[in-house]
């Protein structure tokens, strides 16, 4: 499951140095809060397991394209090579605040989880982060993904009725379907 919540971020290590951006979206491969060897991989050598490496190493690299710094000031996505390799390369720990939770949601999607928790994703992103968050998630999501989005806000929500979008309400300490 993949998951980003404001109980999260305060947990996430920040310990000084800190891994870098690609090792803390990494951890999401086996939801851990520590860079394992081989990004998440501890297999050596062939057949399967460099399969397996392969598709990871593409994964990260496909969220830092889709969810980093270029893909925040354009309508497309972001295919600046040097921007994304300085923002990976990156402490975790020296980013912004909007930016350490952008990594976090690109550290709850890297895995292609079947269910993914977004609980108050946007707090502190600026409104490009949000923007190009929004677009991943209405386009670059498997169909057998489900998200549940968890917000104070309808408008927050990336998807339509129209779209399927599915909305339950706690109010008054019970819940409802909401049609």
Same mark, same amino acid.
């Given at each position: 499951?993949?998951v980003?919540?404001?109980?999260l971020?305060d947990?996430?290590?920040?310990?000084?140095?800190?891994?870098?951006?690609?090792?803390?979206?990494?951890?999401?491969?086996?939801?851990?809060?520590?860079?394992?060897?081989?990004?998440?991989?501890?297999?050596?050598?062939?057949?399967e397991?460099?399969?397996?490496?392969?598709?990871?190493?593409?994964?990260?690299?496909e969220m830092?394209?889709?969810?980093?710094p270029?893909?925040?000031?354009?309508?497309?996505?972001g295919?600046?090579?040097?921007?994304?390799h300085e923002?990976?390369?990156?402490?975790f720990?020296?980013?912004?605040?909007?930016?350490q939770?952008?990594v976090?949601?690109? #550290?709850?999607?890297?895995?292609?989880p079947?269910v993914?928790l977004? +609980? *108050? /994703?946007?707090s502190?992103?600026? $409104? &490009?982060?949000?923007?190009?968050?929004?677009?991943?998630?209405?386009?670059?999501l498997? #169909?057998?993904?489900?998200?549940?989005?968890?917000?104070h806000?309808? +408008? *927050? /929500?990336?998807?339509?009725?129209? $779209? &399927?979008?599915?909305r339950?309400?706690?109010?008054?300490?019970?819940g409802?379907?909401?049609?």
């Open positions: 499951m993949g980003v919540s404001p109980e971020f947990a996430f290590p920040r310990r000084h140095p800190g891994m870098s951006v690609r090792q803390a979206i990494e951890t999401g491969f086996e939801g851990v809060f520590v860079s394992l060897p081989g990004g998440g991989n501890s297999a050596v050598g062939g057949g397991e460099e399969e397996q490496q392969q598709w990871r190493k593409a994964r990260v690299q830092l394209e889709n969810l980093g270029p893909a925040w000031t354009s309508l497309n996505t295919l600046d090579q040097q921007a994304i923002f990976a390369s990156k402490r720990t020296d980013l912004s605040t909007g930016e939770r952008i976090l949601l690109m #550290r709850a999607l890297v895995g292609k079947p993914v977004l +609980d *108050e /994703v946007w502190a992103m600026s $409104e &490009g982060m949000i923007r190009a968050a929004r677009r991943y998630l209405r386009g670059g498997d #169909r057998e993904q489900a998200v549940v989005v968890i917000t806000w309808e +408008d *927050e /929500v990336p998807w339509s009725v129209a $779209e &399927g979008l599915k339950f309400r706690l109010q008054g300490g019970k409802q379907v909401v049609v």
